[in-house]
């Protein structure tokens, strides 16, 4: 779906202000047992250093499945990122899930989850 590329693309870029484009004022926000429960709350604090995290990994998705229902849609996402630590080479296998809403201002990200692992030797998606 187009508006979760645009969001995916913009944050890898470290440009919030694009990504936040893409983001429901309200928008859910679930990582790591964590909430974030609006767009400024994201944008204000962890965005930037998911940005900066981001810009040092080479993204490799896997598979990407969507279904749309009315004006709701989901987006499920596996991927790969592939970056360094400490010197040394390392694969976290990373799943995304987003809803978005249809309004009239457009489609829009009204929920976000993200879990991630390091991936293990022979681990796979």
Known sequence: MAT???????LVAGRLDAAGAELDPN???LESGGAERSAA???G???????AFLKTAHIQLI?????VSGDLAWVASE???HLSKDGKPVTVLSTETMLVQRSDAGWKIVHIHWSSRTKAPGDHH
């Open 27 to 29: 928008v859910l926000i």
């Open 4 to 10: 979760v590329e645009r969001f995916s693309t913009a």
């Open 41 to 43: 709350e994201y944008l």
């Open 79 to 81: 991927s790969e990122l």
């Open 63 to 67: 598979r990407r499945t969507a279904q």
């Open 45 to 51: 604090g962890h965005a930037k250093g998911d940005a």
